[in-house]
């Protein structure tokens, strides 16, 4: 099994180039399910979750060619088969994508109901509501989930749960709009970047989506959407952990094609921390060479601080100088890094979903266990700047969201190998 052996101590400088968004690339090629013709994506990036969703399509009848690094050109072959099935969707919870155009194009959808996984239980009930009310009958049959509805009709969908707004669900309703009959209004919609990315790949389609990005968003119904060519928008993630690695190494690198706009809570954090963050030319410059002060931190929607940076940021804020506060408003688990992190040194204590931070000197190097996407790029900051050498086993949760992450760090002068090592 795949491991990364990262020597730790080295200053990153240089650029790095910041990929297409893995969370905005899934969604959008799900969303060629509806495409009349050939769709043509650019900047998809060469990720497991991003081949997971393309084998899962490739059951459902599309077919794909890639015409270069990053361009693929799709085309719907056969929509015979709606089911994408357990063994699949257990695989990558953003699977789930396909059931909104499924339903919308095809009529029906048939859905193994995902499971929990490391960062928590994960329901999908808002999605289920969201079909419900655009008319979609509903049946769960043997672990799947089985909608039906000969044409959809728009509706005014509230779509908020305990934990605010919901984004692939956003993404679902939002699909299964696009040819419903008439107007559908979703209120308490996903702002995130990555939804807006989407409704604009539909409208170049040809759907009618506005308001997107907002929390209401509006969508009249069409008849039927055509392919296009579309360039997908670059990973704020990606940029993030990226912004952490320079500020962890008190580095200095500049980000290409990040785009500092999607980042506003990140950045107003790494400032507050005393990371110089700065809009480039072509992308967003970060350096650090002073003293790290602690901050608090809470996870939210967007525009809040995104969940998906939380554990990379948790590993900058063990080095600052005092004691900070995490505190996880969307996955109130995730928060399987801690006790990694302790093993190399850190001082963390987690109460319930938040987690105190006492800052220490320095971390050590030593053997951890990458247990999700997130939480594995975490430690891979903190092995960047411990001493000696850390070992993050079970890698393949690193590459379902970043593509070469070895390659790329080491590019700007990281020390990491990878190796296969028997667990
Ligand atoms: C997406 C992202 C993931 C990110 C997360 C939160 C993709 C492919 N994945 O995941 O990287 O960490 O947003 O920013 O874009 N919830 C419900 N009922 C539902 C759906 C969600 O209660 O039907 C809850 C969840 O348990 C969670 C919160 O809503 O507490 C947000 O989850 P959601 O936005 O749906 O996450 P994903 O779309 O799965």
Wanted: hydrophobic share 45%; charged share 25%.
């Amino acid at each position: 099994m795949d491991c990364l052996e990262i020597t730790g101590g080295a200053r990153l400088r240089g650029a790095i180039e910041i990929n297409g968004s893995k969370n905005a690339a899934l969604p959008i090629l799900a969303a060629t399910i509806f495409c009349e013709g050939e769709t043509i994506l650019r900047r998809v990036p060469d990720l497991a979750d991003v081949r997971q969703m393309i084998r899962i399509l490739e059951k459902l009848g599309l077919s794909f060619e890639w015409l270069g690094p990053g361009a693929v050109k799709v085309r719907v072959e056969d929509e015979m088969n709606c089911h994408a099935e357990y063994r699949e969707v257990s695989k990558m919870r953003a699977s789930v994508c396909v059931m909104g155009p499924l339903l919308a194009k095809r009529k029906q959808a048939q859905v193994a109901m995902p499971g929990g996984c490391a960062i928590g239980d994960r329901p999908v009930d808002l999605h289920i509501q969201g079909m419900l009310a655009l008319g979609a009958d509903f049946d769960l049959v043997n672990g799947d989930m089985v909608l039906r509805a000969k044409r959809l009709k728009g509706t005014e969908i509230f779509l908020g749960g305990a934990f605010g707004s919901t984004v692939t669900g956003t993404a679902n309703v939002m699909m299964a709009a696009v040819l419903a009959e008439g107007r559908t209004i979703i209120e308490s919609a996903a702002c995130e970047p990555e939804i807006s990315d989407l409704a604009e790949f539909l409208n170049k389609c040809g759907a009618q989506i506005t308001g997107h990005g907002t929390p209401r968003v509006t969508i009249d119904g069409v008849q039927s959407l055509r392919g296009c060519e579309h360039t997908i928008l670059p990973d704020r993630i990606e940029a993030g952990t990226f912004a952490m690695a320079a500020a962890i190494t008190n580095g200095d690198l500049l980000l290409k094609n990040a785009r500092i706009e999607h980042m506003l809570a990140v950045v107003d954090r790494l400032r507050k921390i005393g990371v110089i963050v700065e809009r480039a030319e072509t992308g967003i410059s970060v350096s650090s060479s002073r003293r790290l002060e602690p901050v608090e931190i809470t996870t939210q929607p967007y525009p809040g601080f995104p969940t998906d940076l939380q554990a990379q940021i948790m590993a900058l804020l063990c080095l600052a100088d005092g004691n900070s506060v995490v505190c996880e408003k969307v996955f109130p688990d995730r928060y399987l890094h801690v006790a990694e992190l302790n093993r190399m040194g850190a001082r963390l204590r987690k109460e319930g979903p938040t987690v105190i931070v006492q800052g220490v000197k320095r971390l050590v190097g030593a053997p951890v266990m990458a247990s999700d996407l997130r939480a594995s790029a975490g430690l891979v900051l903190a092995g960047l700047i411990a001493k000696g050498k850390t070992m993050v086993r079970r890698a393949y949760h690193i590459d379902r969201g970043y593509e070469k992450i070895e390659e790329k760090l080491n590019a700007v002068g990281a020390d990491i190998r990878r190796v296969d090592e028997e667990l």
